[in-house]
């Protein structure tokens, strides 16, 4: 089963534009992107996380239930979050401008581009899920506005909420979550 929810804002960018636009192509994947997938996934006490993103956070302990504790994460799928958490602009030809009191600012075309290529990720991602030997029930969470675009993920736990799905309440970010369950 697949479910795809978006607030408002992000359902009006990515409404089917003309096909001469050259903004409704599917983002290209970078090699970069590709290397992420090819590390495949890995399980840490039951938290499922991008192989290459073991060992990202310097200031957290190894072990999730430790890093949980350390970091202020209230659960396993806060744990995910945090972890699989990654920027899609670091992984497209996009530019990001820095403005005069240093603030990225991305240009609005290059944000819906972001939110395309996050879907692109979420399939991707799903794909990894599938070739589990159990595949489990995950929730992607894209964001993106003028000053960045995340890609996330977790596992969907029963009593566990990283994201409020009332994405409209997220106004100054374009919200898509998409939901996989085997």
Not at 62 to 87: P, R
Not at 93 to 108: C, G, L
Not at 113 to 123: E, K, S, T, W, Y
């Amino acid at each position: 089963m697949f479910t795809i929810r978006m607030n408002e804002a992000a359902a009006s960018a990515l409404q089917p534009l003309a096909p001469a636009d050259p903004t409704s192509a599917v983002p290209v994947v970078s090699q970069a992107l590709r290397d992420k997938f090819a590390q495949g996934l890995t399980y840490n006490e039951g938290a499922l996380t991008f192989a290459e993103h073991d060992g990202q956070w310097v200031a957290a302990p190894a072990s999730a239930s430790a890093a949980i504790v350390k970091m202020g994460w209230q659960d396993l799928t806060g744990y995910e979050c945090n972890v699989n958490a990654f920027h899609l602009e670091d992984y497209a030809p996009v530019h990001v401008a820095i403005s005069d009191d240093r603030r990225p600012q991305i240009r609005y075309e290059d944000q819906v581009m972001l939110l395309r290529l996050g879907l692109v990720v979420a399939d991707s991602l799903f794909g990894l899920i599938q070739a589990l030997p159990e595949p489990v029930p995950v929730r992607c969470v894209i964001n993106a506005n003028d000053t960045a675009a995340t890609f996330r993920f977790h596992q969907i736990r029963s009593g566990e909420d990283w994201v409020n799905l009332e994405l409209d309440e997220y106004r100054m970010d374009m919200m898509v979550v998409v939901d996989r369950h085997p």
